[in-house]
């Protein structure tokens, strides 16, 4: 759990915006940022973000709504949304765990990603999902 990033406090209620700013969201993040990853799946690779978890209840929508795209592919479980005016990623209802959200942790307000320092890679060309019972 990391409760600082560079000078950046990680506030229990912490605000992200996408680039434009026609989306905001607030996230509850009261363990701080939750497993940072980065993902090689076929998505993820194209994207480059740093990915966190929170829980379905972790993400509030404050402002945007209309602004938010939605996109899935393959077997349409998770669902990836973007802001359809910048194009930048926001967060995805995950497909290994549909409990939880995933969010771009570039999108967090005053953090640099790159003040995360090493950050693991998540196997996700082998996911979970896809791998025999
Ligand atoms: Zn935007």
Redo the contacts with the bound molecule.
Sequence with gaps: MIKKVGATRILQKHKAS??????VLELSLPDGIVDPRRCDCSICRRKGAIVASVPLSGIRIIQ?HE?LKLYQFKTMTAKHYF?S????YTHHQRRSNPNEYGYNVGCLEGVNPFDLGEVSVYDGVHHPSDRAP
């Design positions: 996408c680039h434009c700013g026609a989306v945007g602004a802001c005016t910048c194009g930048i």
